[in-house]
């Protein structure tokens, strides 16, 4: 019979590790800063860390455009690619992804890998570097570009402790999210219905509250303008791509900003990465509307977190 492996305390320390680390800087901050001032620096500390496998990939864009010479044996996409692996292996290693987290990663990456040789064969961009492990002209390491969003997300709804409430049906949110992904296939062959996919993100999640923990206080934003703002960012990041011709547009020079029409992809693109992520990542989501906590009983349950794991855990 088949013995499988058994997951032991060792294999949960170095991510315990960062969880403490995590804590630690927190109760830091709120020690040495007002509260108002320890929160806003930790909003700003807590969005960095979670974005930070995505920024470490734009740093790696950006050197390698810069060092990279054309006849050095390695072609720039496939060290680039081996550069993204080896973050995504010091991430388990050290804790600072979880598997679960990986999982959302994985789907991100096969998505993206999809979209991206469908959108290179019909000419919507192109890799103009020269690379060996490319597909149908398509660098492999350009999956871990989606996977990042969809690492930022799951580190984001752990970091802040997010709930989403009141959520819709699933069946609701998911087909909404299937709409869109087809729509960037299919508008190369039917009309584009992305207007009504706008006006469908709206009329589906008006209602939704993403609601996140700073310290003691619980605050909230509605999810369509968590969407718009996290638009722009990837908008910038797209900016980042082009400058260092890792891609290019159709008709596009790498001194020319990316068309703002962008953000309005990146918006729709990001339900669907929602969704995706929260096919894993379940249990912070709520149909019912979310009542946080009185700031005292927050306050205990920090202080309880932040307490040292219990042996054996």
Known sequence: MLQLPVMTEQAFIPQNRTRRLERALGDGMRARLPLWAAEFVMFTLKQGWAAIFGALLLLG??????IWQPDW?????????????????????????????????????LTGTAMEIFKVDAGSWAYPGAGAMKLWGVPLFSGFMYAAVGSYMARVIRLFDMRFAPYPPLWLATGLAVAIYVNFFSHHFLPDIRIALFAATVLIFWRTRI??????????????????????????????????????????????WVSLAKMGSWYLLLYVSFVTVTLVVRDALSHAPYRPAPKSAQLRQNRASAAPEPAGR
Request: charged residues 10%; negative net charge.
């Open 61 to 66: 864009l950006i050197v390698s455009d810069q």
């Open 211 to 256: 609601w996140f923990t700073i310290g003691a206080s619980t605050l909230w934003m509605p999810l369509p303008l968590a969407a718009l703002c996290s638009s722009l960012f990837l908008w910038l990041a797209e900016n980042i791509g082009t400058r260092t011709r890792t891609w290019l547009y159709a008709g596009q020079d790498s001194s020319h």
């Open 73 to 109: 044996a390695i072609a720039r996409y496939d060290a680039l690619l081996i550069y993204a692996l080896g973050l995504q292996a010091l991430f388990l290693v050290t804790g600072m992804e979880s598997w679960r987290e990986v999982r959302v990663i994985l789907l991100f990456h």
